[in-house]
Nanobody, 125 residues
Framework: QVQLVESGGGLVQAGGSLRLSCAAS????????MGWFRQAPGKEREFVAA????????YYADSVKGRFTISRDNAKNTVSLQMNSLKPEDTAVYYC??????????????????WGQGTQVTVSS
């Protein structure tokens, strides 16, 4: 399985922006569809965004559509999540995920074999 390391979390005021990055190990990054999930205290982990193997197709949760943008660079083995117009309800630990056989989503979450360690995002009001 690919190893994933997230970075870029932090504290930001409501309305601000953050960019999360996820670096993957190995030379098979393009064989993985990538995704971002988040988990707030006391809540279940939820799907945020995903991107196909080539980067040609993206998917978003309704709660972040129009505010977040997922992208990938297969040459650099990275996937990013640009988060704009952040809200206090976006506060959570954000996890990067990699899956070979299907795009990460709420439905395929249990199939995901590679997860990052998570990065904290805190949005103050």
């Amino acid at each position: 399985q690919v190893q994933l390391v997230e970075s870029g979390g932090g504290l930001v005021q409501a309305g601000g922006s953050l960019r999360l990055s996820c670096a993957a190990s190995g030379r098979t990054f393009s064989r993985y569809a990538m995704g971002w999930f988040r988990q707030a205290p006391g809540k279940e982990r939820e799907f945020v965004a995903a991107i196909s193997w080539s980067g040609g197709t993206t998917y978003y949760a309704d709660s972040v559509k129009g505010r977040f943008t997922i992208s990938r660079d297969n040459a650099k083995n990275t996937v990013s999540l640009q988060m704009n117009s952040l809200k206090p309800e976006d506060t959570a630990v954000y996890y990067c995920a990699a899956n070979q056989n299907a795009v990460p989503s709420r439905a395929t979450q249990r199939e995901i074999g590679s997860w990052g360690q998570g990065t904290q995002v805190t949005v103050s009001s």
